[in-house]
């Protein structure tokens, strides 16, 4: 899963020169989606499809404003907060009832938090599971993460239009494909490129494009990527993002 950096409150300037403003706390959430968007891209947090208009993705609560204990919504008061948003497809935003699971931050990794591609693998057939590598508290926190938005479902087990597996593997497919065309120089890094901006699965084609530096080098400069949990000393090969900490993913 994409590491990616939050905007800190403040005036940033688009593409066509024009402004966009993050504010750390908005009257009507669905208004920060414009300033996600600049912030992200046009890409789902989680199973990273691509979108190519804006209503199509959801503001995404991280910890849900829908949680409730004895009786009382705990988050309400993040309800509005920018800290709280990152961007979701309605099938990751709604997996599993998601609004009512507790999402506490310093057990789950999550996106905007910890370096998520160390924490998950991405292997042919659209499987995802979580790096064998990790150990306690980190393996037991990037199982959170793939449980919150059930990326660990099959086809088999997904509900009817759970179609992010599927999407997995013609992922997996496409980029191998175009791995073996730009070994023999049949295509270029802009193509490549521009496939992953149209269809999204970053963390596939980041995997499948282990060893070509060129490549992952201009996918860590999608929107928002936490270029800083990525080696440039060893092929860009993920790197502990809290060090210092007892999970330091």
Known sequence: MRPVVKLTPGTYTMPDTSSIEVHSHYNDYHDAKPALVHN????????????????????EHVQPKGYEEHGNKIYAHLENEWSNFLLSCATCNGAD??????????????PHLNNTFKSLVYKAGGVVEVNPILTGDAYNHAKKLLELVRLD?????????????NK??????????????????????????DLVEAKGGWSIWFTVFCGCDDVRNALLNFPGTARHCFDTANHYEPLD???GLADPT
């Open 97 to 110: 009832n998601k609004d009512t699971k507790n999402v506490i931050l310093n057990e789950c990794h999550l």
């Open 168 to 193: 997995r593997r013609r992922d997996w497919d496409l980029a191998s494909k175009y791995r073996a065309k730009f070994d023999i120089g049949e295509i270029s890094i802009d193509a490549i490129v």
């Open 153 to 165: 479902k099959s086809p088999a087990t997904s509900c009817p239009g759970d179609t992010r597996c």
């Open 241 to 243: 993002r809290n060090l």
């Open 40 to 59: 992200l891209g046009m890409f789902c947090s989680y199973c990273e499809e691509a979108y190519h208009q804006a209503r199509d993705l959801h503001v």
